[in-house]
């Protein structure tokens, strides 16, 4: 079994999720600031960018998905540092194991161990069960 976090890893921990969190608001910051991307205007100015819908649709699509990615990651960071905050940090959400201190150092806003993750993964990639 592995042991729980100590007082010195979460803090380690908890420091990493504060700088990713003001790192990932910066750029979410910057890319919804219509002045200093005016992409985000809408579909009309990647038009004049680059005068080819099919261009100006992939790009402007592209742009809604970094956004995308940086607010799932923000909700994620968010969700750890309340679990840091509720002392349920560090421990998988689905089975209640410890998560071992390298896995939550490589991703800090693991709410699982690797098993409950790879599980949801595969039944992810499965999709919903059919009748």
Excluded at 25 to 42: H, S, V
Excluded at 115 to 127: I, S, V, W
Aim: charged share 30%; hydrophobic share 40%; aromatic share 2%.
């Amino acid at each position: 079994m592995t042991a729980r976090l100590t007082a010195e890893e979460r803090g380690t921990l908890a420091r990493e999720l504060e700088a990713r969190r003001r790192v990932v608001r910066a750029e979410l910051t910057a890319k919804l600031n219509a002045q200093e991307n005016p992409a985000l205007l809408g579909l009309r100015n990647r038009m004049e960018e680059t005068d080819d819908w099919a261009v100006a649709d992939l790009e402007t699509a592209l742009d809604v998905a970094e956004v995308s990615r940086d607010a799932g990651e923000l909700s994620e960071i968010e969700a750890a540092l309340a679990r840091l905050a509720d002392g349920t940090y560090g421990t998988c959400v689905e089975c209640a194991a410890p998560i071992p201190f390298a896995r939550l150092h490589a991703n800090p806003s693991a709410a699982r161990c690797i098993p409950c993750q790879e599980r949801l993964e595969a039944n992810t990639r499965r999709g919903p069960a059919t009748l």
